[in-house]
């Protein structure tokens, strides 16, 4: 692009009044998000008016209803969704979450960042998302099932490895893509491991998937560390324990080579440590438990507290929008790696920005899942499987390729690291839809 810094600055303004002039959108609304952020980056990009328009919506999205006979014998039925947001760079790709809260424009919004998730990895796919409205804590096993394969009877026809490959996410698992995938085999009739990821690896899952997401973050963080002169022997915490929170705290200190994990969060409890967690300890412990609540050695503190804490690093790791407007003056991190999607919603990324936080935005910092995932994709395509050190080679090459790109662009154009990666990804799409003539 080539933007000098007088060009630039005409631009930022141009584009900030371009944005003050849309209709506000409800912050809570995680696909108008998601469209801001687009939004900026095609102002500056000065993406012409149809390709903008285009970029902005899913091109296509599925909204069904699931029958599921419970173990009680009644039905009950669940509300589905999948959104394919774009494919210009190749097939969709994107998890399938299961959330008592999940609505279509969650969905929107996670397919619209993962498509700039595969774009900035410089991977040959697109972005997608699916959901299922539901508590699959209060289904039985059979039940989750039973749900599963409804959702596949459903979008068969939609899916493939050469068209859409769903994953796991918010409280879908490898046993759940397993039903799936053989569901997909049964309507079909024939073997496509490939059809879906994050599978166990008895039925064509990759070796290094389970910690994919956390590796990916960590090696950035380690690149980050080197750039900004963070000591990455210092302090961290975690909110949100799920399974990216308790990969990131065991592989912090082997990828860095120390740290201490002072504070660690879930929905049960907050706790802090100033003297450091064993990562394997509090893992284990939740691993028991279920919950970090009761966690020997530890202070019980507030959420916000957590996310205030003087550390040298904080990792965000569970659902959208914790860091606002509201909390973010109050962020001491040193950097940020956003494990969750969309934590941090973009009036807190210019607050954080101006105060020099070092924020390695989601759809880069989260990557490493649906990287390794690719890989799942392509191995099972031709059927032959990776071994765990040439995963782990290929992830750390693709990560930090990824992370370099997006610092070159933010030194370049002297924007933050959010607008820089989007930059990156927005560009990448808009070039492959405008190489196939679809604008």
């Given at each position: 692009m080539g933007v000098s810094p007088s060009a630039s600055d005409q631009?930022?303004?141009?584009?900030?009044?371009?944005?003050?002039?849309?209709?506000?959108?409800?912050?809570?609304?995680?696909?108008?998000?998601?469209?801001?952020?687009?939004?900026?980056?095609?102002?500056?990009?000065?993406?012409?008016?149809?390709?903008?328009?285009?970029?902005?919506?899913?091109?296509?999205?599925?909204?069904?209803?699931?029958?599921?006979?419970?173990?009680?014998?009644g039905t009950r039925v669940f509300h589905g969704y999948r959104v394919q947001y774009n494919d210009a760079l190749g097939p969709t790709k994107g998890g399938l979450r299961w959330h008592p809260e999940e609505t279509l424009d969650t969905v929107r919004a996670l397919a619209a960042w993962m498509t700039w998730k595969t774009a900035v990895m410089d991977i040959?796919?697109?972005?997608?998302?699916?959901?299922?409205?539901?508590?699959?804590?209060?289904?039985?096993?059979?039940?989750?099932?039973?749900?599963?394969?409804?959702?596949?009877?459903?979008?068969?026809?939609?899916?493939?490895?050469?068209?859409?490959?769903?994953?796991?996410?918010?409280?879908?698992?490898?046993?759940?893509?397993?039903?799936?995938?053989?569901e997909y085999e049964v309507i079909t009739g024939r073997s496509h491991p490939a059809v879906i990821t994050g599978k166990p690896l008895v039925v064509g899952g990759s070796v290094g998937r389970d910690d994919a997401t956390a590796r990916g973050g960590v090696l950035c963080v380690r690149e980050a560390c080197r750039r900004t002169k963070v000591n990455p022997r210092g302090t961290y915490a975690i909110q949100g324990f799920g399974n990216a929170g308790q990969y990131a705290a065991l592989l912090h200190e082997d990828i860095l080579g120390g740290g201490k994990l002072v504070a660690v969060s879930d929905t049960s409890a907050a706790l802090h440590n100033p003297d450091g967690f064993d990562p394997r300890e509090t893992v284990d412990y939740k691993l028991r438990n279920g919950h970090l609540a009761g966690l020997p050695g530890s202070r019980e503190i507030s959420s916000d507290e957590l996310l205030a804490l003087d550390v040298d690093v904080l990792y965000p790791s569970a659902l959208e929008n914790v860091i606002t407007e509201t909390n973010a003056g109050d962020i001491k991190a040193r950097i940020i790696c956003e494990l969750a999607n969309g934590p941090t919603t973009p009036e807190a990324d210019e607050i954080l920005n101006r105060a020099g936080v070092h924020v390695i935005p989601d759809f880069l910092a989260n990557a490493g899942g649906v990287t390794v995932s690719y890989f799942e994709q392509v191995q099972g395509t031709y059927n032959y499987y990776w071994t765990l050190d040439k995963v782990h080679r290929e992830l750390e090459a693709n990560m930090v390729n990824a992370y370099r790109a997006v610092c070159?662009?933010?030194?370049?154009?002297?924007?933050?690291?959010?607008?820089?990666?989007?930059?990156?990804?927005?560009?990448?799409?808009?070039?492959?839809?405008?190489?196939?003539?679809?604008?």
């Open positions: 631009r930022l303004t141009t584009m900030s009044q371009a944005i003050d002039s849309r209709p506000a959108p409800s912050e809570a609304n995680p696909f108008h998000i998601a469209q801001r952020q687009f939004d900026e980056a095609a102002e500056y990009l000065d993406l012409e008016p149809a390709l903008r328009e285009l970029l902005r919506w899913p091109r296509r999205e599925y909204k069904f209803t699931i029958p599921v006979r419970m173990d009680g014998g040959p796919l697109g972005g997608g998302k699916g959901g299922v409205t539901c508590n699959p804590k209060e289904l039985s096993e059979g039940e989750r099932e039973r749900l599963a394969r409804g959702w596949m009877r459903v979008m068969a026809r939609e899916l493939g490895e050469h068209r859409d490959v769903p994953a796991p996410d918010v409280y879908t698992n490898p046993r759940i893509m397993a039903w799936m995938m053989d070159k662009m933010h030194d370049e154009q002297q924007v933050h690291m959010r607008m820089a990666a989007y930059l990156v990804a927005v560009a990448r799409v808009a070039e492959a839809v405008k190489i196939r003539g679809w604008v």
